[in-house]
């Protein structure tokens, strides 16, 4: 079993920047791709970046050059640094582990992006 635990949402003016982080439990989030989702009111969940168990990165077009992935395999956790926010960015943001190898996926709770003035 592993638990996620997301933090670091709120509200930003647009052009601001945000760090969201997501702690994991246990011993599997090294042996995990791990992502950050994000869905806007009325919209379906969007994959926003996600990284495998080597560091390698992949960022969704709508992001990319503005938000970053990173993940401390020795903290068990998973970031993502966002700059230059803009209205558009504003979702519940949402960790994602997925445990190589196997079935077993899963979700955190959430935290909440508002990017308004």
């Known amino acids: 079993q592993v638990q996620l635990v997301e933090s670091g949402g709120g509200l930003v003016q647009p052009g601001g920047s945000l760090r969201l982080s997501c702690v994991a439990s246990?011993?599997?989030?090294?042996?995990?791709?791990m992502g950050w989702y994000r869905q806007a009111p009325g919209k379906e969940r969007e994959l926003v970046a996600s990284?495998?168990?080597?560091?390698?990165?992949d960022v969704a077009d709508s992001v990319k050059g503005r938000f970053t992935i990173s993940r401390d395999n020795a903290k068990n956790t998973l970031y993502l640094q966002m700059n230059s926010l803009k209205p558009e960015d504003t979702a519940v943001y949402y960790c994602?582990?997925?445990?190589?190898?196997?079935?077993?996926?899963?979700w955190g709770q959430g935290t909440q992006v508002i990017v308004s003035s």
């Open positions: 246990g011993s599997a989030f090294r042996l995990s791709v």
């Open positions: 994602n582990a997925r445990v190589s190898g196997t079935t077993r996926n899963y």
């Open positions: 990284i495998n168990t080597g560091g390698m990165t």
